[in-house]
């Protein structure tokens, strides 16, 4: 496992490591520590040996274990902006609490939906001079983004996906047909809208990806990117126009029923 500024790149070994100290200094079991947190075993195994994201509510319940006065829980926020760029991170912020989040994507599919086979290729495209120990690092930092719907009231998150993109080889045909599959199931429950923008709406309302994020007091802001950096903007008329960009999109889109249809379909075309 490589190392960077004397910190393990990989976050979860990272954690992992730290767990066994732990229980190893208390003189505890994994299953004594099951049973205290709730989980099971083989989690906390999992977890221990660096295979598995440990949650927000079991780094806290680890602190109330060890008695460690937030030790785990910061750990576990540290670790969940690895992987990401700088400039990035105030936007994972703004995500995790936001109530809503409206997607544009002409490009790739976004990252909270994305599988990992599918993260993993889109970095080894863009990043390829990274060793592995990078790219799984960029992989598991893309996947935690999803805990977001995990939540007890996860945001309505309502996502545009361009034609195009579905077929857009990333990786493989193997690796496409997961991603329609995953994209269909995650479309299967209450929080999450797809719609498909297809080829024959013509010229669309944008010609760049964007997200729209509304927090819980209502305010909306602005997410955008260049080629090096992403932009948060509230500026009211930025965001305003924004909104009305992405109802044109929204207006021009198939529904979302007709959608699921054509993902579906398109799951089936990767496999032949």
């Keep these: 496992m490589s190392e960077q500024f004397g910190e393990p790149t990989n976050g979860l070994e990272w954690f992992g490591q730290e767990l066994e100290a732990a229980l190893a200094h208390k003189g505890a079991s994994q299953r004594e520590l099951a049973d205290f947190t709730g989980y099971k075993e083989p989690y906390v195994s999992k977890v221990k040996n660096g295979k598995a994201m440990p949650s927000t509510f079991f780094a806290e319940a680890c602190d109330r274990f060890f008695n460690t006065s937030g030790t785990f829980a910061r750990l576990l926020r540290k670790i969940s902006q690895r992987g990401h760029p700088e400039w990035f991170v105030p936007?994972?912020?703004l995500?995790?609490?936001?109530?809503?989040?409206?997607?544009?994507s002409n490009?790739?599919?976004?990252?909270m939906l994305q599988t990992p086979a599918y993260a993993e290729a889109t970095f080894r495209s863009t990043h390829p001079r990274e060793t592995d120990d990078q790219i799984k690092t960029r992989v598991e930092a893309r996947m935690r983004r999803h805990e977001v719907m995990?939540?007890?009231?996860p945001p309505l998150l309502w996502v545009i996906l361009h034609e195009s993109v579905l077929h857009t080889v990333v990786g493989s045909r193997t690796?496409?047909?997961?991603q329609m599959e995953h994209l269909v199931a995650e479309a299967t429950t209450p929080h999450v809208t797809l719609q498909v923008l297809p080829f024959k709406a013509g010229a669309p309302a944008s010609s760049l990806p964007f997200i729209l994020l509304t927090q819980k007091d209502g305010a909306t802001v602005l997410y955008s990117e260049t080629r090096e950096a992403g932009h948060v903007s509230d500026s009211l008329t930025a965001v305003g126009k924004a909104q009305a960009t992405y109802e044109r999109l929204?207006?021009?889109a198939m529904s979302p029923e007709d959608s699921l249809a054509l993902i579906r379909q398109t799951a089936e075309d990767y496999t032949t």
């Excluded at 490009?107 to 990252?111: L, Q, S, V």
């Excluded at 690796?175 to 997961?178: A, L, N, R, T």
Aim: aromatic share 10%; proline share 0%.
């Design 175 to 178: 690796v496409m047909q997961g």
């Design 95 to 104: 995500e995790k609490e936001a109530t809503k989040v409206e997607d544009y």
């Design 150 to 153: 995990a939540r007890d009231e």
């Design 91 to 93: 936007y994972v912020n």
């Design 107 to 111: 490009a790739f599919i976004m990252g």
């Design 250 to 252: 929204r207006a021009s």
